[in-house]
């Protein structure tokens, strides 16, 4: 089994700012987290973060054939991204959504995810560990 775990604009600076909302710990904190919940279930994997919504659309169009399974955060692209929809609906790999806040206790305009059209869960508010919480989710289904 082969998962790829996508992260969206800006999440390579957390632990700059806002860390009542994300947190203190850094992007390569989250990397670490991701790679050890990979690792304990046996799975493959491979993270990709890109601040551009065609990169994001490019790697989940070349993800067909290859990777089994996505987790991803759209970031701010989950409000917007008609595109990133598209790409997850063509492809039709089973796709978790995780964010690390909770989306709906937020501004009104973070209410909203066209991601979530596609995904088969959507995981938030849970922090970094939402990430673990979302690859087991996946593992789960896939294995099913
Ligand atoms: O809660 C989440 O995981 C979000 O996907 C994070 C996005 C936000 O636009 C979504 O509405 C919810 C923002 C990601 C990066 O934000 C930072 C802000 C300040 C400093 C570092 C990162």
Redo the contacts with the bound molecule.
């Keep these: 089994m082969k998962i790829l775990i996508i992260n ?4 390579n ?6 860390p009542e ?2 947190g203190s710990r850094n992007y390569s904190a989250l990397c670490s987290l991701i790679e050890k919940s990979c690792e304990e279930l046996g799975v493959e994997y491979e993270i990709y973060q890109s601040n551009h919504e065609g990169a994001i659309v490019d790697k989940i169009q070349n993800a067909y054939s290859t990777f089994d399974g996505i987790v991803i ?4 692209y ?2 917007t991204s008609i595109a990133i929809l598209d790409a997850l609906k063509a492809v039709s790999i089973p796709t978790v959504e ?6 709906n206790s ?1 501004d009104e305009f ?1 209410k909203f995810s066209y991601v979530s059209l596609a995904a088969i869960k959507t995981v ?1 508010g849970l922090g970094f560990d939402g990430y673990r919480v979302a690859i087991n989710e996946l593992y789960n289904y896939l294995s099913k």
């Excluded at 969206?8 to 999440?11: D, H, M, Q, R, S």
């Excluded at 955060?73 to 701010?76: E, R």
């Design positions: 969206g604009p800006n999440l600076l957390l632990g700059l700012r806002e909302i994300y955060n759209p970031a701010a989950t409000h995780v964010h690390i806040s909770d989306i937020r973070r938030m």
